[in-house]
Nanobody, 115 residues
Framework: QVQLVESGGGLVQPGGSLRLSCAAS????????MGWYRQAPGKQRELVAA???????NYADSVKGRFTISRDTAKNTMYLQMNSLKPEDTAVYYC?????????WGQGTQVTVSS
């Protein structure tokens, strides 16, 4: 059974930083493409950052230069380092892994950027 467990969300002031973690079990982590998505109230879920199996990355324009996606295959964990946070980054953040027909999501973690 595949399980993704997220952690690291919370309340942070504008300009602050957070690091989200997503621990995976039940899969061989290194062969899956992965990504972080977010969904703000009243908006559609959007891709924030993604990493292929070859470690190529891509980012939404709104987070380029501020967010970094990474993974530790030994720990079966992926990360999203978020710096210079803005109020518009407020959303529920979800981790995702996919390979072929396999497409798995974490439960989501709330990130709130507010003074």
């Amino acid at each position: 059974q595949v399980q993704l467990v997220e952690s690291g969300g919370g309340l942070v002031q504008p300009g602050g930083s957070l690091r989200l973690s997503c621990a995976a079990s039940g899969i061989i982590f290194s062969i899956y493409a992965m990504g972080w998505y977010r969904q703000a109230p009243g908006k559609q879920r959007e891709l924030v950052a993604a990493m292929g199996t070859g470690d190529l990355t891509n980012y939404a324009d709104s987070v380029k230069g501020r967010f970094t996606i990474s993974r530790d295959t030994a720990k079966n964990t992926m990360y999203l380092q978020m710096n210079s946070l803005k109020p518009e980054d407020t959303a529920v953040y979800y981790c995702n892994v996919k390979r072929g027909v396999g497409d798995y999501w974490g439960q989501g973690t709330q990130v709130t950027v507010s003074s």
